[in-house]
């Protein structure tokens, strides 16, 4: 993956971020290149080596097509759920360890449905809470929103669960 100097990014655990420099630092006599990222609204400032960027995870933010993606995970119909929440937070934390994008906008589509629909325990809605953050981030930054207007986005993204399928048979008879 190619970098360059104010390309915006996106780090796993930190979230948007934009390159502000491209460093060389010598290290052990070898010269080691670095990405240092300026986290946005924080002040934490990230250096990441650039031949370690894809093992980290600094990955492009959405595209278009992937952000599609997005919205059929939180459009789809609710997943298979444990009815015990220990259990159920225990598998959604794993899903989110994952950092995979999508993984964590089915945690969020399901809780935010079980939210309205059964409630949530205290650690679901912190879980929650934080699963949306960066769904959030990156709604804004691949379709150009406020942080305002993203979240209302993935709400009705969410509400739009489909109508489950009839079976023809059933409907006609």
Do not use: C
Request: zero cysteines; proline letters at 5%; glycine letters at 6%.
């Amino acid at each position: 993956m190619q970098f360059s100097a104010g390309q915006v990014v996106v780090h796993p655990h930190h979230g948007p971020a934009t390159i502000t420099e491209i460093t060389t630092r010598i290290l052990r006599g070898v010269p080691t290149s670095y990405l240092t990222l300026q986290v946005h609204h924080t002040s934490l400032v990230v250096a990441v080596p650039m031949d370690k960027a894809h093992e980290v995870g600094v990955r492009v933010v959405f595209d278009r097509a992937q952000i599609e993606s997005l919205f059929d995970v939180l459009q789809a119909p609710t997943g298979q759920e444990e009815e015990q929440w220990s259990r159920r937070q225990k598998a959604n934390h794993e899903k989110l360890l994952s950092s995979d994008l999508l993984a964590a906008a089915g945690v969020v589509r399901d809780l935010t449905r079980r939210l309205d629909a059964k409630g949530l325990s205290w650690g679901e809605k912190d879980m929650l809470r934080d699963a949306r953050k960066p769904l959030l981030a990156e709604l804004a930054l691949s379709l150009e929103l406020s942080d305002d207007a993203a979240a209302a986005v993935l709400d009705a993204a969410i509400a739009r669960e489909p109508a489950p399928k009839r079976d023809p048979v059933a409907v006609a008879g």
